[in-house]
């Protein structure tokens, strides 16, 4: 291994420590070794140099987790946004209208990352939230850049393998074009409890300059967003509009 080729190993297995973390919230070091496939050696090694700066913290029993740093980092993350200024109060104008929980997503790593959303009062089963992602073939949020983006769709849809949540979920190839048409005629993507039981979703692309730069979406109770989803499309579209000004 060349003296450039390490360090990029090592951000690497960093990375993938940190995001298993943020998923799964404590680990132990066996565990998180059998999920990465890093070297136990290794994991002990990487875990010990990230809780000398601070990024993970040790529990009393030997499992460790994200530290509190993070909590200042994600703040500073959320300020860099600076193309979204604004967002976190049409946000919460569109959750108190729809009385649905509203979701700013990008696309980041091929996985759909919500950086912004404003919670109802209702329902609190829902997987996104600020700082999380899911799967561009699960959810309202994550299918919106497989049905909107061209590239993304070419290059992922044929040739990943996809994770199922529920008998709901779309997993193969030949459904997830489906639904790729049929979002575009329609012009929004429905999640109908393909990432949790009861739970639907509706979302909206977002338009900057002619390339997608993210979705907005709305969740709660998938017979909720069945009955209403064209009055919500609508509310959405609109409220996208106020987004990208």
């Known amino acids: 291994m060349s003296v450039s080729a390490r360090p990029n190993r090592v951000l690497s297995n960093a990375t993938l ?13 066996a565990e998180i070794a059998a999920d990465t496939g890093i070297a136990r050696s290794s994991v002990y090694r990487l875990i010990d140099a990230l809780v000398e700066i601070e990024l993970v913290e040790q529990l009393a029993d030997s499992r460790v987790r ?11 993350a959320v300020l860099g946004f600076t193309e ?12 108190r209208a729809v009385g649905l929980t509203a979701f700013l997503t990008v696309l980041e790593n091929d996985r759909a990352t919500c950086v912004f959303w ?3 009062s209702g329902i609190d089963l829902l997987e996104l939230r ?23 769709a ?11 949540f529920t008998d709901r979920t ?26 949790t039981a009861g739970i639907g979703a509706l979302g909206v692309p977002l338009w900057r300059g002619g ?19 064209r009055e919500l499309a609508d509310r959405a579209r609109a409220t996208a509009e106020n987004l990208l000004r």
Do not use: K
Not at 178 to 184: A, F, M, P
């Open 17 to 29: 420590v940190i995001d298993l973390l943020a998923v799964e919230g404590s680990m132990s070091l």
């Open 66 to 76: 994200l530290s509190r740093r993070w909590l200042r980092l994600a703040d500073a």
């Open 170 to 195: 779309l997993a193969d190839a030949e459904a997830l074009w489906e639904d790729v048409r049929l979002s575009r005629d329609r012009g929004y993507v429905l999640s109908d409890e393909d990432v």
């Open 154 to 164: 070419s290059r992922l849809i044929d040739t990943e393998e996809w994770p199922v």
């Open 84 to 95: 979204w200024t604004g967002a976190q109060g049409v946000l919460d104008d569109l959750a």
């Open 130 to 152: 600020p700082g999380r992602s899911l799967p561009l073939n699960a959810g309202a949020a994550g299918r919106c850049f497989l049905a909107f983006d061209d590239e993304v």
């Open 211 to 229: 390339r997608l730069v993210g979705c907005l979406s709305v969740a709660g109770l998938a017979e909720v967003l069945r009955r209403d989803q």
């Open 118 to 120: 404003a919670q109802s």
